[in-house]
Structures are given as C-alpha cells and as structure tokens.
C-alpha cells in the first residue's frame, strides 16, 4: 500500500513549484504542464520564469525571494485569486557551495540555510492553515542523498538536507491523518548548475529530465520517499548503518 494517495490523472491539479527557474525545478515545471497540470513557477529569476510559461495557458509565473518571509503570504494570495489555492506545493529553492569544514563563511552558511531550509518553514507558515481547512493537497521536499550522511564537500548543504529529512517525516506524521500527502523526494546527483560546482566524479550522474520524470512517477504512485537512481542511493542507505570507522573510510575512497 502506497503512504499516500496515488494520483491516477495530473489534469487540472494545481501545482506551485517554489525554485523553479533552473535545474529540477523548471524540468519539472515543463513536464507537469505537458501532462496537464495547471503549474506557478516562483524564483527570482524573472527571464527564465518567462521562459518556462511562454505560450502556457496552463502556466502562471510569480516572482519570489524565498528568503523573504513576508512576501509568502502576498504570493499565495495571488494564487487563491487565480486558482482558487494550490494542490501541491514542491519546495526545490537550493543554494549550495562545496566546501570543506574550514572552508565555511558564517554569513554565506546563514544565507544556504534561510534558502534550502529556512524557506520551506515560510512556505509552511503560509500554505499549512489552507491545507488542514481543505483536509486535502500535497507538499513535497526535494532534499537530498547528502542529507543521508556526512559526505564530503557538503558542510553546509548537507545538514540543510539532512534537516529537510527529518522534517518531511514530522509532517508525514503530523498531517497523513489530515488528509494530507507529504512527499520526500531525495535525489542523487543531478546534472544542474549546482553540481555542476563540484570538481569530483560524481556516480550514477543523471539529467534534470531523467531525475524529473522520476520524481513524477514516484509523486502519482504515491511514494512517500522518491529516492533515485537506486543503484547509487541503495549503496548510501547501506553505508548508513555500518559502522562509523567502516563507514569513514568508504566515503574516503569515493570521495576522495
């Protein structure tokens, strides 16, 4: 039995995908509205949020600063005078910077932590109350296999993820009950501007469009976590219960 409801047809559902002007977030953008789904794309990004609705009457474009806790609520107002509210929210802002332990700036670590996380208790603030009155819709978490463990070069991204872990099974426990779906979606590594950073080999590299039309499946089957490619993110759940001194020296070897 899937932990949440199966959505058998994406046509009509309304989606507000937050960081949505590159990478996971404007592929999945573009592939929920070639099946239908009426879709807002929120970023800062005006020019590529153009990009992204052009020639959609499906598609919706609200420009947001994530880090901005005020302008939430102004946001989701504009979407209740269009849509009437949202079926599912995907929260897919990201900041990362690969970095060692004494590599860390206290202000740009500030600044990853109020996007990648920060930003989603915003979104909750705003979007839970409707929700729970509705006793109906989704939020969905796009975290990441960083968040599995200590990997290195993720001093700052990866206790962000590792947070949005923990949190998505607090609110699965929390709002299952209320008619609520929650979705953890924990990708590996995906060719985007992000990754596109790191200096390193990165295993089982997949495309935003391979990672996204794997996160839809997973969303319709109503997975709870949406974790892939599974030969690369089975390894890591394996890596996670060996113990610490095994574990150590694995990751030294794969990311050297």
């Known amino acids: 039995m899937p932990l949440n409801r199966p959505i058998s047809d994406w046509t009509n559902q309304r989606v507000w995908m937050v960081g949505a002007s590159s990478g996971i977030g404007a592929e999945l953008a573009r592939q929920l509205l070639a099946i239908g789904a009426k879709v807002v794309v929120s970023a800062r990004r005006i020019n ?52 060692r332990s004494w590599e860390v700036n206290p202000a740009i670590a500030l600044r990853t932590l109020k996007i990648n996380l920060g930003s989603v208790y915003a979104g909750l603030a705003t ?18 296999v960083a968040g599995y463990a200590g990997l290195p070069n993720a001093s700052v991204y990866g206790p962000s993820k590792a947070a949005l872990i923990n ?74 219960i060996l113990p610490y001194r095994l574990r150590f020296f694995i990751f030294k070897r794969l990311f050297p």
């Open 167 to 240: 949190l998505a099974e607090i609110l699965y426990g929390d709002l299952h009950a209320k008619g609520i779906n929650v979705y953890l979606i924990n990708p590996g590594f995906v060719d985007t501007g992000l990754t596109q950073k790191n200096t390193f080999a990165m295993p089982a590299l997949q495309t935003a469009q391979q990672a996204s039309s794997r996160i839809l499946r997973g969303i319709a089957a109503g997975q709870f976590e949406i974790h892939f490619p599974r030969r690369f993110t089975l390894l890591l759940k394996l890596l996670q």
């Open 127 to 144: 979007i839970l109350p409707d929700l729970m009155q509705r006793g109906a819709g989704g939020i969905a978490l796009v975290a990441s």
């Open 48 to 99: 590529l949020l153009q990009e992204i609705v052009e020639g959609h009457t499906q598609a919706a474009m609200l420009p947001l600063d994530v880090q901005d806790e005020s302008a939430w609520p102004a946001a989701y107002q504009q979407i209740l005078s269009l849509w009437g509210g949202v079926d599912l929210i995907i929260f897919c802002a990201a900041e990362y910077r690969p970095e």
